[in-house]
């Protein structure tokens, strides 16, 4: 389950709708989001980095938001 929660968050729908909102290249939004899997302990995590803090925020929320419909968080 996990590692399908990898390949949405990574696929090329979800980067380039995040990129598409940074006004950035889908390639390079793909250098600053990070999804990673833990199989030993279940744990999906994900990194972001930007020009400064505020803008790795701001992806992170954009990938949060990008993900809430799969998983139904709202």
């Known amino acids: 389950m996990?590692?399908?929660y990898s390949s949405l968050l990574t696929s090329h729908e979800t980067i380039g709708?995040?990129?598409e909102q940074f006004g950035m290249?889908?390639?390079?939004?793909?250098?600053?989001?990070?999804v990673s899997v833990d199989s030993g302990?279940?744990?999906l995590t994900i990194s972001t980095e930007g020009k400064d803090?505020?803008?790795a925020n701001?992806?992170?929320d954009a990938?949060?938001?990008a993900f809430c419909p799969v998983i139904r968080c709202h």
Not at 26 to 33: A, C, K, S, V
Request: hydrophobic letters at 45%; charged letters at 30%.
């Open 53 to 55: 803090a505020q803008q």
């Open 2 to 4: 996990l590692s399908a």
């Open 17 to 19: 709708a995040i990129a």
């Open 63 to 65: 990938t949060a938001e």
């Open 25 to 34: 290249e889908e390639r390079y939004m793909r250098e600053l989001i990070t």
């Open 41 to 43: 302990t279940r744990l």
């Open 58 to 60: 701001d992806i992170m």
